[in-house]
């Protein structure tokens, strides 16, 4: 079973960049579709990005998209997230999460099986 740990959060300004990490270990990075979400104060947890197992194709959600950029690297068994231009409704508690299956609508949380602890971005001047 793959155990998943978020790092790379922290408080940035408006306009500003952060790049989250998720390290995977217990299993093959490869076989498994991850997703990214978050859940700010008071909201629904929602997914923001997905990197689907095989063909590594990508998915968004309208709120990031041209903005954020998610990426795998398999030797270091990690998936990035690149968050730039980043604004103060980005502010959450930021999650990723593993699911063995091929989705075509890799956002909606309850897709995925496995997740990570975590990690706090904050967007404020």
């Known amino acids: 079973q793959l155990q998943l740990v978020e790092s790379g959060g922290g408080l940035v300004h408006p306009g500003g960049s952060l790049k989250l990490s998720c390290a995977a270990s217990?299993?093959?990075?490869?076989?498994?579709?991850i997703g990214w979400f978050r859940q700010a104060p008071g909201k629904e947890r929602e997914g923001v990005s997905c990197?689907?197992?095989?063909?590594?194709?990508?998915k968004y959600s309208d709120s990031v998209q041209g903005r954020f950029t998610i990426s795998r690297d398999n030797t270091e068994k990690t998936v990035y997230l690149q968050m730039n231009s980043l604004r103060p409704e980005d502010t959450a508690e930021y999650y990723c999460?593993?699911?063995?299956?091929?989705?075509?609508?890799?956002?909606?949380?309850?897709?995925?099986?496995?997740w990570g602890q975590g990690t706090q971005v904050t967007v404020s001047s």
């Open positions: 990197i689907r197992r095989g063909a590594y194709t990508t």
């Open positions: 999460a593993a699911t063995p299956d091929w989705i075509n609508n890799c956002l909606p949380q309850y897709e995925y099986d496995q």
């Open positions: 217990g299993g093959t990075l490869d076989r498994y579709t």
